[in-house]
């Protein structure tokens, strides 16, 4: 039979992967898109299905479904790179033994290699190189064509050799790859990653280091370092020397300085660098979406993660949700991506996460996925109550030019921002009109926004800054990661895989859920919340001070995607990661500026004039001559009391004058 005949039927090579009991189904005729919906479900080695199928489709491919329900592991070889790169791994004794083998039909002699995971343990998708460059593997979730199918090439999928036995899992490979529990179906506690003998010195020292760099008190480090220990570590650690690395931590390394155990942090008290993702942000899910698009995207991982979170916040709706006191949280966020220009790849990131999420409710991506935000009659028409049709409460403002927005704000009367502000808070939205009043609630609104650094200073009004509406927003620094003059796309398998994941945890969430916290996670919560709740002067601060509610959001996030309504250490930890980034990015973005206008022309003013400072008479010409006096005195205490500025008299030949420097200057000069 030739590569092009068309025989209906099931052919010889999947009658045959049936009988070892492998998932099968249909996919297009030199392609791999699967034909039939809901693949991962309706895979099936039963005949009759299949037979039904090769008659439905008799010119089909035929997609091998892999990972737990198969019992298969594929490594995928792409041709002469991949081929190297094994040659490599066999230098350094690591070697994949010889199995079940086929040629793929590429140009340059791909293969896919068959092998059989040790029960109990699920394998994932992997196209992050962790066997080795263009080395794939195929895992739960995803795929690979079958024999005899075609490829694009116009050559057939072959076995190597058909009789030849699966080989088992080479334990070197397991110990490269992501290996976890699969997603529950129902609600239950999250399993937690075990950290063994050999990690979990460093696991704890990296605990510390996060949290002392924030900060935190030595009781504060080891009461977490405690819970994880007993949460986490098999067997756990002796309490003696899980307090002995708190207290080493923080004796040897001064608050604020960094520590690198295995990713490098970033103290906040260095408002000129540019904020560090650290791991514990990649929990889970997210995660592996993150890591998934990466090496496909020229943008920012923050940005894709931070994205991600927020459109899975909204498309959850309002039945997940956190109690405070009386007060209701939902898991809709608000994130702004903040790029030094327009070329940090703001947009492309949405793109990747859009594409996702189309493929678990297209309904959303394509009715309730919006932009064009400019008033605040037109966001609550989008969810009003009145209606002739129920309205769909979720919306997912998407503003790629968010500096319009602000410039909206800025306009006498405009009151879209209290409107904003009411639906981070509870979904209640109204205008206080005479005439058609609109009138929404229960309303779930989420919003990206994408700006750069100076049109963010510059429309950032006074007003905004310190009315709460800033601390609303998640303020992510972003910046292209990478280059890709040919650009990139995430394997359809693979965006499959991760698509098909994302359903089951929305389909969980969409549930009537209240989120709590665990007995380890609470005791790691009371030990940072007083940090959390500390004030940061001047605009920092004002952009900053929603720190609990946001962390508390972000971890019931985290937990959703895992399926579970109780938050625990590892969710608690991923927000926290995620509000270490979000809080070093606002830093970065607003430095020491106080969001008051005058103020800040007087600082700058004052750092450009160094050591030799100022009088108050060139800070009124600096000024143009368009502030009071009164208003200069009021923006001078303003910064004196931040300690931005300081001032001394200084004798002259006549009267003494008031010398004003910025207090970086004169640290410059001392000594």
């Not at 041709?79 to 690591?94: C, K, M, N, P």
Request: include cysteine; proline fraction near 6%.
């Amino acid at each position: 039979m030739t590569a092009a005949t068309v025989v209906p039927g099931i052919p010889p090579e999947v009658r045959a992967a049936a009988g070892r009991g492998w998932q099968l189904f249909p996919v297009d005729a030199r392609g791999k898109r699967p034909l039939i919906g809901g693949w991962p479900e309706a895979a099936s080695s039963d005949i009759t299905r299949l037979d039904l199928w090769a008659h439905q489709y008799p010119a089909c491919n035929w997609g091998l479904a892999t990972g737990t329900d198969s019992g298969l592991v594929v490594i995928d070889v792409d041709g002469v790179e991949g081929r190297a790169s094994l040659a490599d791994l066999e230098r350094q004794g690591l070697t994949l033994p010889v199995t079940l083998t086929v040629t793929t039909g590429r140009t340059d002699g791909g293969e896919h290699r068959y092998y059989r995971p040790p029960s109990g343990v699920d394998i994932r998708n992997d196209q992050s190189g962790k066997i080795g460059a263009h080395v794939d593997v195929r895992g739960t979730g995803g795929f690979v064509v079958c024999p005899p199918s075609i490829h694009a090439s116009g050559k057939q999928y072959r076995f190597l050799d058909p009789s030849a036995p699966v080989a088992d899992l080479p334990g070197w490979v397991i110990g490269r790859l992501t290996v976890r529990p699969p997603m529950p179906t129902a609600p239950a506690k999250a399993s937690p990653q075990v950290v063994g003998k050999g990690s979990r010195t460093n696991t704890l020292v990296s605990l510390a280091g996060t949290m002392q760099r924030r900060g935190m008190t030595l009781e504060a480090i080891e009461a977490a370092l405690l819970a994880e220990n007993a949460a986490k570590c098999d067997p756990p650690l002796p309490e003696a020397k899980v307090k002995n690395i708190a207290a080493d931590i923080v004796k040897r390394y001064p608050a604020g300085e960094s520590i690198v155990t295995g990713a490098n942090f970033v103290p906040f008290e260095r408002s000129n660098e540019w904020p560090i993702l650290a791991d514990p942000a990649l929990h889970g899910l997210a995660g592996d979406v993150v890591r998934a698009v990466e090496p496909h995207s020229e943008a920012d991982p923050a940005a894709v993660l931070m994205q991600f979170l927020t459109a899975f916040g909204n498309v959850i709706g309002t039945g997940s949700h956190c109690l405070v006191e009386a007060s209701r949280h939902g898991l809709n966020l608000f994130s702004v991506l903040v790029g030094e220009s327009s070329k940090a790849r703001k947009g492309t990131s949405w793109g990747h996460v859009r594409r996702l999420f189309e493929q678990v409710d297209s309904d959303w991506t394509s009715n309730r996925v919006t932009g064009g935000l400019s008033s605040a009659e037109g966001l609550i028409s989008e969810v009003r109550d009145e209606s002739e049709v129920p309205t769909d409460k979720r919306l997912m403002v998407v503003q790629d030019e968010f500096a319009s927005v602000l410039r909206i704000m800025a306009r006498e009367g405009n009151n879209l921002s209290p409107i904003l502000r009411s639906a981070w808070d509870c979904g209640t939205l109204r205008t206080l009109v005479k005439h058609d009043p609109l009138k929404a609630t229960n309303a779930h609104i989420s919003m990206v926004g994408h700006i750069t650094r100076p049109e963010l200073l510059k429309y950032l009004s006074e007003t905004e800054s310190h009315n709460g509406f800033a601390n609303r927003l998640l303020w992510v620094c972003v910046k292209r990661s990478k280059f890709l003059p040919e650009g990139g796309m995430v394997p359809l398998e693979t965006l499959t895989g991760l698509s098909m994941r994302i359903a089951d945890a929305v389909e969980w969430a969409k549930q009537e859920r209240e989120f709590r916290r665990n007995d380890e996670a609470r005791k790691l919560w009371t030990a940072v919340y007083p940090k959390l709740s500390e004030g940061e002067p001047g605009l920092l601060g004002a952009a900053t001070s929603r720190a609990e509610a946001q962390t508390l959001r972000l971890s019931a996030v985290y937990a959703a995607l895992d399926c579970s309504s109780i938050i625990s250490v590892d969710h608690l930890c991923a927000a926290l990661a995620v509000w270490d980034y979000t809080f070093a990015s606002a830093r970065y973005i607003f430095g020491d500026a106080t969001g008051d206008a005058v103020a800040d022309r007087i600082r700058e003013a004052l750092q450009g004039a160094g050591a030799e400072g100022m009088t108050r008479t060139q800070i009124r010409d600096t000024l143009g001559r368009h502030a009071s006096t009164d208003r200069i005195a009021q923006a001078l205490t303003q910064l004196a009391a931040l300690g931005i500025a300081s001032h001394q008299m200084v004798n002259t030949l006549g009267r003494s004058i008031e010398l004003w420097t910025a207090t970086e200057a004169t640290k410059a000069t001392e000594g």
